[in-house]
């Protein structure tokens, strides 16, 4: 009796990467329309015929008042978003090996954002200093922001998410429901070319010096502290922060403070170098608690802010 061997395995279906990742908690938290209720000032409590309010399932607080007919959430829930991302991805034939998935919401559900890192796309700044390339969406149901769809890095060493100097968003719509997912995909190329090229500008910021007086420039700038930026080049650091009396908005300043203590501590290994003072911001944007007593609802959109500060600064003072 002749035995034949069949290899089975080429039958066999390959998973996708993105299949085996845990998918993230964002996508449970749904939105939903309910109708928007006043008293008629007659003792009665009606339903308001032209709006309606958007709220998380289970909450209690509208994040939003809409129009009845200028706004639907069908299709654009947080679990849309990430079957958008995921698509883009697997249809873009880009290496996903290894990708890694995170996401955060505010509680009420009005915010949130899904970042997915491929280590396939490490790039190499210095000597066993690495940056991972980044895929970003966020989008909200509180008209703070559309649905933007962004490049970006993570620093492995310190997981300091990376702004790029020029703002390279692969797509932005009103919302999830009108994204283009094939127009995402046309972009992902040129956002990887994007990424290269800033990982030259990253590399070239390890040789550019800086003097303390130019690095703490650069954080008033993103801590958006008018005296520092206006005081004579001449004025020193220390002096810029001992005088309380003629500058006493830079030390109560706690987001230039926390910038200036942790520029202090990336030139122990990186120099003073426009490279020291990058990491600076970066740390201070993903990492610095959010000093104000403020809603855990506005904690994400701090953070997002602070991004677009530290682009800004960049920009403007360190790129080259």
């Known amino acids: 009796m002749n035995t034949h061997v069949i290899d089975i395995t080429k039958y066999r279906t390959v998973q996708h990467p993105l299949d085996l990742v ?9 939105m939903e329309e309910r109708a928007v209720y006043y008293p008629d000032g007659y003792g009665n409590i009606v339903s308001d015929p ?11 607080t509208a994040v939003n008042i809409v129009g009845k007919n200028s706004y639907s959430i069908e299709g654009g829930q947080y679990s849309d978003l990430y079957r958008c991302m995921t698509n883009v991805l697997k249809n873009s034939g880009v290496d996903c090996n290894g990708i890694k998935v995170r996401s955060d919401v505010t509680p009420d559900g009005a915010l949130g954002y899904i970042s997915m890192t491929l280590p396939e796309y490490t790039i190499e700044v210095a000597n066993g200093d690495e ?56 972009k992902l190329q040129k956002a990887l070319e994007d990424y290269r090229a800033e990982g030259e500008r990253w590399k070239r910021w390890t040789k550019n010096d800086i003097s303390d007086r130019e690095a703490f420039n650069v954080f008033a700038l993103a801590a958006k502290c008018k005296v520092a930026l206006t005081t004579s080049m001449s004025v020193s650091v220390q002096d810029l922060i001992n005088d309380k009396e003629n500058y006493s908005e830079v030390s109560r300043n706690q987001s ?33 608690p959010i000093q104000r007593k403020t809603s855990k609802n506005n904690i994400i959109s701090a953070r997002v802010n602070r991004e677009v500060s530290v682009r800004s600064a960049a920009k403007e003072m ?3």
């Open 22 to 30: 845990v998918t993230p908690e964002i996508v449970d938290v749904k």
């Open 50 to 60: 032209d709006r309606k309010g958007i709220h998380r399932v289970g909450g209690d």
């Open 131 to 186: 940056s991972q390339f980044q895929i970003s969406g966020r989008t909200s149901f509180n008209g703070i922001w559309p649905t933007v769809l962004q490049i970006g890095a993570i620093r492995i060493i310190c997981t300091n998410t990376q702004a790029f100097v020029e703002n390279f968003s692969m797509y932005k719509a009103k919302h999830t429901p009108s994204f283009d997912i094939s127009h995402a995909q046309r």
């Open 256 to 288: 230039l403070m926390y910038l200036w203590g942790q520029y202090k501590k990336e030139i122990k290994t990186l120099g003073r170098t426009h490279w020291a003072a990058y990491n600076a911001m970066t740390h201070w944007s993903t990492h610095m």
């Open 318 to 320: 360190l790129a080259a």
